[in-house]
């Protein structure tokens, strides 16, 4: 009997009485794991070999779980940190316990998104508190971490790898959406000879001189009319290769993108840092106002802006201070240009609806007018599953005579409507730059939870007159990842956005239309 080599090399590296690996089995003969996958299935076609296929899951410590597995999760410092400063008797100052914990850059993201979900404590207004009966030496994860660590260490671990699968499996999963861990499924095939096979042994198999491919030079010389060719298996396993796509989240930020233009609007661009002035005092919020604090934005260090036109400045001032029409009062509260040029990252897109309904960036508009921007916002929010410290706003407007919010709920329902989203509540609400205004929420199709989606309304008068608008303008500010958290189902928005990102998730994602 005549076999291509490679064939015959496993046949002979198999066994009757034992099952081996395509692993083992490569070893024994000196052939590519590939090959000797391709030649398995074709002597078991022809009855030589019985193959059994087992799926099996492995876990690989990354550099990053490797670290805190030495230094501590950054939960754990955290908590540990806030015990020395005192907060299991009383809140105190977060920025000095997160100084005192050795914590840093993106470690500073992760300790605070975990430690409450741990029970460690909480984390309100900038004051940390700690739960002086939580207990960090029964912390699952950091075990099982140290758990791995030891066992690629030396395989001598207390507690063996199906041990912490078995024992600790929702810590694994944590674990290895945290990217400390890696999942690596594999498939394990064992093989054994037949009595086909070994018969076949023993009657002997000679190798067969074949080739795998046809060359130029082979059909110039006719050699190929006397060359066997190998067969191609098109069930043999091959290369995982992982190149790289684009982000789900950028694939439907370009989504609403085509749809908002398909519904006539053009789109807006501007800077991220900008003045105090553009991010709130166009909109009449008041100098004094909490969101302007630096516990909801986050202001640079760096020199005033310059570069505001006076007269919209003293138009906005005076609105701030006297009001707008003969029935206008303004806030009675302090407003200063000092604080007006400040310079903070801005917190909404809003800024640019200023900028361009102001005429300050492309010059007068006249009604009808339609402008949308799909960008990213900065605000020093808690972390939690639906709230992250910067995060893309979907920011629009109409300028038209005679809106109503029956026009504004119009627009949305027939927005959402693009991306298979029809069941909109909508819920009054207050802003101090849009009058009436409400929230929008949408029903999770995993939770069946209400998700707040958006903020919208008609831009009050004290907005409009100092930008020199005369007619109505209905905005709104929608959440760019809470659309795809019902688009997909994602009950974290941390899973596909930020530091704690599911790559695997995002990898095998299969993209909505």
């Not at 106002?289 to 400045?313: C, G, K, N, Y």
């Not at 009675?332 to 640019?352: C, F, K, M, Q, Y």
């Not at 929608?478 to 795809?484: D, G, I, N, S, V």
Request: include cysteine; glycine fraction near 8%; charged fraction near 30%.
């Amino acid at each position: 009997m005549r076999l291509p080599e490679s064939q015959v090399a496993v046949l002979e590296a198999a066994s009757a009485s034992e099952q081996r690996t395509i692993e083992q089995l490569s070893e024994a003969a000196g052939v590519e794991p590939a090959t000797v996958t391709g030649a398995v299935f074709d002597l078991e076609d022809e009855g030589f070999v019985a193959v059994t296929t087992e799926e099996t899951v492995s876990y690989v410590v990354t550099e990053e779980g490797e670290t805190y597995a030495d230094a501590g999760l950054p939960e754990v410092r955290l908590y540990r940190a806030a015990l020395d400063a005192g907060a299991d008797d009383a809140p105190v100052s977060m920025g000095a316990v997160i100084g005192d914990s050795g914590l840093d850059g993106p470690e500073v993201d992760i300790a605070l998104a975990n430690y409450a979900r741990k029970g460690y404590g909480e984390v309100e207004s900038g004051q940390i508190s700690a739960d002086p009966d939580a207990d960090p030496t029964t912390d699952t994860e950091a075990a099982v971490l140290r758990a791995l660590v030891a066992e690629e260490e030396s395989r001598m671990s207390g507690e063996s790898l199906a041990d912490v699968d078995v024992a600790h499996e929702d810590a694994l999963d944590h674990l290895v959406r945290r990217g400390l861990v890696d999942r690596e499924e594999h498939t394990v095939r064992s093989v054994t000879l037949t009595d086909e096979g070994v018969t076949a042994l023993m009657e002997g198999v000679e190798v067969a001189e074949t080739v795998d491919r046809l060359t130029p030079e082979m059909l110039a010389s006719g050699e190929w009319e006397d060359v066997d060719f190998a067969a191609y298996n098109v069930e043999a396993d091959a290369p995982e290769r992982r190149g790289g796509r684009v982000h789900i989240l950028r694939q439907t930020a370009e989504r609403v993108k085509d749809t908002l233009v398909g519904m006539g609007f053009q789109e807006m661009d501007g800077p991220h840092a900008d003045s105090e002035f553009w991010i709130n005092d166009c909109l009449f919020m008041p100098q004094d106002h909490p969101a302007r604090t630096h516990w909801d934005q986050f202001a640079l260090d760096v020199p005033p802006m310059e570069s505001i036109p006076a007269d919209l400045l003293d138009r906005v001032r005076s609105a701030h201070l006297e009001g707008v029409g003969e029935d206008g009062q303004g806030y009675h509260s302090p407003w200063t240009e000092d604080v007006a040029r400040g310079v903070d990252l801005r917190g909404h897109t809003t800024s640019l609806s200023m900028r361009y309904l102001s005429g300050t960036e492309i010059g007068d508009l006249d009604p009808p007018e339609r402008f949308f921007s799909v960008e990213k916002v900065y605000r020093n929010d808690t972390l939690d599953p639906t709230h992250l410290l910067e995060f893309f706003q979907i920011e629009g407007w109409v300028m038209a005579e005679d809106l109503s919010v029956r026009d504004l709920m119009g627009t949305f329902e027939e927005f959402y409507q693009q991306f298979g989203i029809t069941d909109l509540q909508f819920k009054p609400h207050y802003n101090p730059y849009t009058e009436p205004s409400f929230e929008l929420f949408g029903t999770h199709p995993e939770t069946g939870e209400l998700i707040e989606i958006g903020n919208s309304g008609m831009f009050r008068e004290e907005v409009l007159r100092p930008l020199g608008v005369e007619c109505d303008v209905m905005a709104w500010g929608l959440a760019l990842e809470r659309l795809l958290m019902l688009m997909y189902g994602f009950d974290d928005i941390r899973d596909v956005h930020g530091t704690l990102c599911d790559l695997d998730l995002l990898r095998t994602t299969e993209v909505l239309h």
